[in-house]
């Protein structure tokens, strides 16, 4: 009989082999005849099934919103340096990918894995907030450097706005909602930011959309699929930055003395 070689590599997202590539089974030609978008592409090859319009159009829009936020933000000060320092486009953009983290941008997770704990134990938002204080843990997806309770992140405002009005059921965002009301009782910059925002709604989307397990839903948050969205979303901004600073061909970038308080 035939002896099968070992194989050294698993792979089930995607398929290269026959006439035309294939993500999660779907063939190129459908995905381009049927209009499919980014959000259905992630779909496939993230979540490995075809989810509802609604669902990939949220995903689209959080693509779009994070896709930057100006040039003085950790990730495209990064690139920004980098390129001035005539470094090649690859070079540029990880160099302001590898910002994304726990204070910026990468608090996504996080901020879905304690906020879906939070809400499932049933805590209100005094005990889940304090049991936070009392570990030393700031609160992920609270907080911003330059957004207040009286200058609201617009983002925020949009992707509540539209699972408002999409998504089947919001409990998880209008926990966290509660949540922020609690936290701007304490100070005015503890608003709900937009990684708090995406992670809480997305946990309404695995929850509401019915397309998932609550195995499949506790293994997406486990992982920590969420804050690949705004990886993704922000090297669309970071190559921007890129491109900028060599059209603009701008100098080695040399931070000023005066800004730096030099002391023993
Ligand atoms: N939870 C609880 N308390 C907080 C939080 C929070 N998330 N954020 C700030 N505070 C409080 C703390 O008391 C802090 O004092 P401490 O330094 O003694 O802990 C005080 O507010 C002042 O904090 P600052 O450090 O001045 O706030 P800063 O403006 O530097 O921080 C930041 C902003 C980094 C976003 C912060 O709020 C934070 O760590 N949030 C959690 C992580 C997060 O969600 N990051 C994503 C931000 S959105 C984005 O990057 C796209
Ligand atoms: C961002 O999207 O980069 C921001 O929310 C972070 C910031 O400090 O503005």
């Known amino acids: ?66 896709a930057d936020h100006g040039p003085c933000v950790s990730g495209a000060h990064n690139t920004i340096v980098t390129a001035r320092a005539g470094k090649d486009l690859v070079s540029s953009l990880v160099s302001g990918l590898l910002t994304i983290g726990p204070r910026f ?25 304090e049991s936070m204080k009392k570990k030393g843990i700031r609160v992920p997806g609270i907080g911003h450097r330059i957004k207040r309770a009286d200058n609201r992140d617009k983002r925020v405002e949009l992707l509540q706005s539209f699972a408002r009005t999409h998504f089947p059921s919001v409990k998880y965002m209008e926990y966290a909602e509660q949540v922020e009301t609690y936290t701007l009782s304490k100070a005015n910059n503890l608003v709900l930011n937009v990684d708090g925002a995406i992670g809480s ?58 800004d730096v308080l030099y002391t023993k």
């Open 1 to 66: 009989g035939k002896v099968r070689a070992p194989t050294h590599i698993i792979s089930t997202i995607s398929d290269d082999r026959g006439e035309e590539p294939c993500y999660g089974g779907v063939p190129m030609s459908s995905i381009v005849e049927q209009g499919y978008g980014v959000g259905d592409v992630i779909s496939l090859l993230w979540f490995k099934r075809s989810l509802p319009r609604y669902c990939t159009h949220f995903i689209e829009i959080c693509i779009m919103l994070c």
């Open 105 to 129: 941008g990468g608090a996504i997770d996080d901020a879905a894995r304690y906020f879906k704990d939070a809400y499932d134990r049933n805590l209100t938002p005094y005990e889940f907030v």
């Open 201 to 258: 709604l997305f946990l309404d989307l695995l929850a509401g959309s019915g397309m998932f397990t609550k195995q499949e839903i506790d293994e997406i948050i486990e992982i920590g699929y969420l804050n690949g969205l705004f990886v993704l979303a922000r090297s669309i901004g970071l190559i921007g930055h890129t491109f900028d600073q060599k059209r603009l061909k701008q100098p080695l970038y040399r931070h000023p003395w005066e």
